[in-house]
């Protein structure tokens, strides 16, 4: 059993959910659909590469903010 981050962002009419430490992208119109989504992208995403090459580790992701002046 594996643990992955996730990120699940609203864009438009979808939620775009994104693992960055396999670099899996899905969508659902909803976060429930969003959810059972990415997790089957991640698990065709094991099932055609293999488990050798995964993370050993979840990374823990570090959120933080940047002020960028505009013209």
Known sequence: M????ISIQKEDKFFIARCPELG???QGETLDEV???IKEAIELYIESF???DLPSETS???????EVAHA
């Open 2 to 5: 594996n643990t992955f981050l």
């Open 24 to 26: 899996v992208t899905s």
């Open 35 to 37: 959810q059972v989504n």
């Open 50 to 52: 293999g488990t050798e």
């Open 60 to 66: 823990r992701p570090f959120w933080t903010t940047v």
